[in-house]
């Protein structure tokens, strides 16, 4: 896990958690929607360039932003096929999101929301346990390393 103990959060999930409750979104939410979805391409990273340690001034408020199509609504209203630009992840926590082929190809249920303050689209993230992020991380790993040997 993460030097700071907090739990990595998943936005992209198989099934939402057993008792969430739509009204559990950010305060403000507008928009609130329970969907699957299929991710368009890999996350686009919204931090500035590394640089060498020193922490950011200013930053997105936003972690990444990925272009995802919606295919089924379970809750809230969003029209199936329409295309959505979404932002998520929150800086200084670790994260699971679709990254390599095998996990773009599948379907994906999402929280997600228009934020008021910028009329952004964002996803709700979900805790989950240091094994499933292990394993994500694993995963990550292995698709980068095959990506060095072509």
């Known amino acids: ?9 998943a936005y992209f999930l198989d099934e939402l958690p057993d008792g969430f409750d739509p009204s559990q979104a950010p ?11 299929r991710a368009l391409d890999i996350p686009v990273w919204l931090g500035k360039r590394d640089q060498s340690g020193i922490t950011p001034t200013q930053r997105s408020r936003d972690r990444y932003f990925i272009r995802i199509q919606v295919l089924e609504v379970r809750s809230g209203s969003a029209p199936v096929g329409k ?7 929150e800086w200084g ?3 699971i999101y679709p990254l390599t082929p095998d996990q773009l190809a599948r ?14 689209h964002r996803l709700v993230g979900f805790p989950v346990n240091s094994t499933q ?7 990550r790993s292995e698709y980068w390393r095959s990506q060095y040997k072509k």
């Open 1 to 9: 896990m993460v030097a700071n103990d907090q739990a990595p959060l």
């Open 27 to 37: 305060n403000g939410a507008k928009e609130v929607a329970i969907a699957r979805v």
């Open 83 to 89: 295309t959505y630009e979404i932002y998520f992840g």
């Open 93 to 95: 926590r670790e994260m």
């Open 107 to 120: 379907d994906y249920v999402v929280v997600m929301y228009s934020d008021p303050t910028d009329g952004k």
């Open 133 to 139: 992020y292990r394993d994500w991380m694993t995963k």
